[in-house]
């Protein structure tokens, strides 16, 4: 069963057998750990083991723990944390699975986790038994509303300007915008919130990845793919990285809109290509806006661009690759030059 953080306080009233958390936001991933322990502390669950699927792993130890019975041992908790998952790795999880210990709590957490990963055969196995917790970023239209609850629940009251005032500057990074919002509430407490007071008294922390600046073009809004890409230039991204994964990106859509031009349906084509669902709407998005001509173009570009950028060392690519930004807007834009004026 799949249970979103905000609603997992409720659902902890009564334990479940296993607790999956899993997802790339770090608050949102310590925050329901340590919900689910506090809870399982409240129903007698003491002991605490925790292991980490690395090359030191003990699985002997982890049986061990999970056979105890509370005749001679306190109610414990078994907390896994998946850096990766071989064939080892998830074959024992499945058999963790299928022991059905009622003195043994099982928490197994980690990074996101692809659709496929979420289709073995442990994963399925333990979601059924328990709850699933994705702690993934808030997506941009439900972040006001996330961070909303969080002002208030800090006792501090806000405009719908200060709540996307901080949305701009904590995109990516609530960690810090919760010690920012912590900050404000000792510093304002029930004073309410002004524009003003908030941009004197916080600290922006925004913080963009390469693939949800891929998003975000997927997706159309290039004035806030800008933004983002001027976010990544600032912080010292190499620009290799940013053009290669945008050329790797957009041959892709290419291959997929030829796809589509030949009858294939959508869904068979994402299946095919093993794309997460959480992908398929943006491009489909993409793919929507964007023809084959547009496509092919923007293809063209990025090849230049990675050409440019690999043997001419002295030129600043950053605007040309600012240009192949804006065609992602489609409407069969205006098509821009990549040579620069001599």
């Not at 004073?191 to 997706?219: E, M, P, R, Y």
């Not at 959508?266 to 997460?276: L, P, S, Y």
């Not at 959480?278 to 964007?290: E, F, H, M, P, Y």
Request: aromatic share 10%; with cysteine.
């Amino acid at each position: 069963m799949r249970v979103y953080p905000e609603a997992l306080v409720n659902h902890l009233k009564q334990l479940k057998d296993a607790y999956l958390v899993f997802g790339d936001e770090h608050l949102l991933r310590f925050e329901a750990l340590r919900d689910i322990k506090q809870a399982a502390q409240k129903h007698g669950f003491q002991e605490h083991h925790q292991f980490v699927t690395d090359n030191d792993m003990n699985w002997d130890q982890v049986f061990d723990c999970a056979n105890a019975m509370s005749l001679f041992s306190n109610q414990q908790i078994i907390s896994i944390e998946v850096t990766k998952t071989d064939k080892r790795i998830t074959d024992a999880l499945f058999e963790l699975s299928q022991l059905n210990n009622p003195d043994t709590l099982l928490i197994v957490h980690g990074e996101k986790l692809s659709l496929q990963q979420m289709k073995a055969k442990w994963f399925v196995a333990l979601s059924e038994q328990g709850l699933y917790i994705p702690t993934n970023h808030p997506e941009g239209k439900f972040f006001p509303q996330w961070m909303h609850k969080r002002l208030r629940a800090a006792g501090l009251t806000a405009t719908q300007d200060v709540v996307n005032f901080m949305c701009r500057n904590f995109e990516g990074n609530l960690l810090a915008c919760m010690q920012e919002i912590e900050k404000l509430a000792l510093h304002f407490g029930q004073t309410k919130l002004s524009l003003q007071d908030v941009a004197n008294n916080i600290t922006g922390h925004t913080h963009f990845g390469v693939f949800q600046w891929l998003d975000t073009l997927f997706a159309g809004k290039v004035n806030r793919a800008q933004r983002m890409l001027q976010q990544l230039h600032e912080e010292g991204t190499d620009i290799v990285l940013l053009s290669g994964t945008l050329n790797n990106e957009v041959k892709k859509l290419l291959e997929y809109q030829y796809q589509l031009n030949q009858g294939q349906p959508f869904a068979n084509i994402m299946k095919q290509a093993r794309v997460w669902s959480s992908k398929q709407a943006l491009i489909n998005q993409a793919l929507t806006r964007l023809p084959s001509r547009e496509l092919e173009y923007i293809y063209q570009l990025c090849c230049q661009l990675e050409l440019s950028i690999k043997t001419q060392y002295e030129q600043n690519s950053w605007p040309q690759l600012q240009m192949i930004c804006l065609l992602f807007q489609g409407k069969t834009a205006q098509h821009y030059a990549l040579s620069q004026p001599n």
